[in-house]
């Protein structure tokens, strides 16, 4: 009775074995020293591609898997030899790579334990990723990004290799950390991008700022950082990238400089002319004035057609002679320097509305005294090209002009209620004028901007600081 009890709970122990084998994915192989197989598993076709037939018709394990994996004189009693890489042929030729584990052991006549496990799609998908994070690499250097990760709680901070870059450290010999790269940022950006990421962290928001950087080995950079702030009831972490813009910035500088020559060289040729027409055409013309005045008294027996000829011949003389005055004073300002800002557009202001039916509403306060002679200019310009655009483009029957001091700034508004226009349509065309005023404004480091919509008039606003120098020369 107990015989047939204990054959009966073997026959159940061997089954389960059996139908664990078969639901595993590992394949098992038992071998003597010699490398014949003492025992196959039953799920070997799952890996392999062979029937169990098949591979018993092999007899070696070497003829399986394509070499001796070890010897037996590598295992010592109890030995092991644990993840062996191994690529196999499967049958139909497909390849396969596998992480075998060999042991030493004494069971089903057998004493080398083999389990190997197909590692395929794993080894496929490390070496995608691989392959994108080399592809991801190549983009950030080529764009001139390094990222960085801040795990908030633990105070660990890495930086790729780009990063490590950037700050002036190629060798990697710096550890990073959010309060050591507060102390590489510039000291007069250092306070605003310390609160532009805590108060991210704080909401667990999106940020962006752009900074001035001294490296590790004393250079300076610009620097763009972008990324998100990540929370969990309470900080957990942060992470994004850093954009070098120095390169950028250098452009925008010579670009500065260059346009600013230009505007310059410019603004002689304009004063030459300007002289030119005053001192020579100017003169000429009104000398040309007093000589037909001269000769009309003269013949003042003369004919009554002769007197009218003479006097339409002085009147033109003289429109002449106002018409030369103002385009003199249009091209060089010299009001500018003898009556300063305010008071030489309070004069174009004056001369625009005597001339035109458009009303105008002006409200000046004194700001010159923050500005220096480049930015002076570069209002008085814009003033006179928005009053020129507004009798050219607009069809206003109103304008209106302040020019004030706000904190840190001057601002100049002229605002028409005109046709207006689209401004992305303006943009794309170019408009010399806007074009001009745009940079002007720009190499004084101000801001233009302008508002308008068809049938709702226009608006121009010139922003610009008043600390610093802003030469143009």
Known sequence: MDETVSAEALRESEELHRITLLNMSDAVFITNDEGVFTFICPNVDVIFGHSHGEVQAMQRISRLLGCELVEPGQLSDG???RNIEHEVECKGGARRVLLVHVKRVAIRRGTILYVCRDVTE???????????DERLKLALEAASMG???WDVPSGEMTWSPETHRMFGDPAVRHTPSFPTFLERVHTDDRARVARTMTDAMDRGAVYETEFRLLGYDASERWIMARGKALRNGKPLRMLGVFVDLTERHQVDADLRELGGRLINAHEQERMRLSRELHDNVGQLVALLSVELELLRQQLRTSAPPVHAQFA????????????????????????LEHLGLEESIRCVCEEFAGARQIALHLEISDVSAGLDRDAVLCLYRIAQESLHNVVKHSGATRVDITLAAAPGEVVLRVADDGVGFDTRSVQQKGTLGLVSMRERARLVRGQLTVSSKPGDGTKIEVRLPTTGAHSIE
């Open 79 to 81: 030995g092991e030899v």
């Open 122 to 132: 794993r080894k496929q998908s490390e070496q995608a990723l691989r392959r994108h």
């Open 147 to 149: 990222t960085w990760d």
């Open 312 to 335: 339409k011949l002085f009147a033109h003389a003289s429109e002449l002679g106002s018409d030369l005055h103002r385009l003199s004073h249009e091209l060089h300002p010299a009001r």
